[in-house]
């Protein structure tokens, strides 16, 4: 039982470039999340996903595109990056509203 | 406009003694607090949540504290160990959000021997 596992652990982008960060959960929850945390910041949350085939926008939506195609994956998707998407990024993962488990984050670099 | 706010962006306790972390929050709609615990290259991790039709929840050496009339709760650690050193968030979420959570900067907390 991993939890949630993130792909990758970093990675480092030249501006304008694209890429797919991968979560994927085995404790068959229904719902999962993408935050961002940045320095001196608490998480903010991206997008989520509260079943197959769902997503919705949350509180810093502009520039990800998310995927949900199977239950227990959810991808973030980043079309053209910039300076301003560097920062760590969290997915987590929940079926109620007391816990959600987190991955251990990806940090990601845009130059 | 932060809807939850963590003002002491560290805090440092002597080991066996009491540490008090405090959040505020402005946002009379949520009715969910949660305490999270972040080491350094890992994940929050959850550990203490209170509904707000209770004042007061307690797990072992964890306690929180709600104030609904003031919007501020605190999260009381004794005592304090070592272990205990980490980032706390508090977050807080509204009922049929889909439990998004809105959360504060953090604390850190340094655990002195």
């Known amino acids: 039982n991993a939890g949630v596992t993130q792909t990758p652990k970093f990675r480092v982008l030249k501006t304008g470039q694209s890429m797919t960060l991968l979560c994927a959960q085995d404790?068959?929850?229904?719902?999962m999340y993408w935050y961002r945390q940045d320095p001196g910041m608490g998480l903010r949350l991206i997008h989520y996903?509260?079943?197959?085939?769902?997503?919705a926008k949350g509180e810093v939506p502009d520039g990800y595109n998310v995927s949900r195609l199977k239950k227990q994956n959810f991808l973030l998707g980043l079309e053209s990056a910039a300076p301003s998407q560097t920062s760590v990024y969290f997915c987590?993962?929940?079926?109620?509203?007391?816990?959600?488990?987190f991955g251990p984050g990806t940090r990601l670099l845009v130059l | 406009d932060q809807q939850v706010k963590q003002n002491s962006p560290s805090l440092s306790v002597q080991e066996g003694r009491i540490s008090i972390l405090n959040c505020d929050y402005t946002n009379s709609m949520f009715d969910y607090f949660l305490w999270y615990k972040k080491y350094p290259a890992e994940g929050p991790t959850f550990l203490i949540s209170i509904s707000s039709i209770k004042d007061k929840n307690e797990d072992g050496r964890f306690t929180v504290f709600l104030n609904k009339s003031a919007k501020h709760l605190s999260l009381h650690i004794v005592p304090s160990q070592p272990g205990d050193s980490a980032v706390y968030f508090c977050?807080?979420?509204?009922?049929?959000?889909?439990?998004?959570?809105?959360w504060g900067a953090g604390t850190k907390l340094i655990i002195k021997p």
């Open positions: 996903s509260v079943g197959e085939g769902t997503t």
């Open positions: 977050a807080a979420s509204v009922m049929d959000s889909n439990y998004q959570l809105i």
């Open positions: 987590a993962s929940s079926n109620n509203q007391e816990t959600q488990y």
């Open positions: 404790m068959n929850h229904e719902y």
